[in-house]
């Protein structure tokens, strides 16, 4: 069954009930997404902004004081994969009709997709916190950020290729091989690959590594064709 469908019949969210609004829930910070907190300092590896992104920290820095990044990165990864799979999910969670007891449910329905083991309950209890604080809605982006996080952890640096139709297998492992080895990429870094579809460049490349964009497409030669055609008349 698919997700959406089985939180639609735990939450029966099609039938608006009471909007909920910021009721005074008890909170439940960063230290009780496990059962137990070690007092050393842990920062997450890059800063991030925005609501989802001071939960996705939080949820950091309570996973890496617990022995637990590997497990938590793994089950939200996919969670995120679900969301990509049913884009029915994302509007039956951002539902302002959704009550305690259908909270709850999701949670529980949500749980039983992370993928494997569940190490000191990290991403249950944690989406139990979004429920309680109406955040369930952040949940797909928090999943993003994360993964962000993740990779400055494990020394990553992405790169997104963005091509007209997907790019084969073959080429994107050339542009990996070539780019690894140049001045993208520091010492000691991982390059992970992206390749986005975006058939509005028509042809050719788009490549985004470290803050750097490097346009090779043919939209981007015909919008210069034009420019020039335009300041020669």
Known sequence: MLPSRAVL??????????VIGPRALTPISARSYAQVAPTQSVKPPVALF????TYA????TAAAKNSTLESTARALSALHQIFQKDPKLSPILHAPSLSSSDKSQIVAELAKHTGGPDKGDTVKNFLKTLAENNRLGLLESICNKFETL???HRGEVEMNVTSASPLDPKILSRLETAVAKSQYVGPGKKL?????VNPEIIGGLVV???GRTIDLSVSSRISKLNKLLSDAL
């Open 9 to 18: 019949q735990s939450s029966k969210a099609t039938v608006p009930r009471v």
């Open 150 to 152: 993740m990779g400055a």
């Open 50 to 53: 925005g609501v989802d992104g």
């Open 192 to 196: 992970k690959v992206k390749n986005t």
């Open 208 to 210: 985004d590594v470290s």
């Open 57 to 60: 920290s939080a949820l950091y």
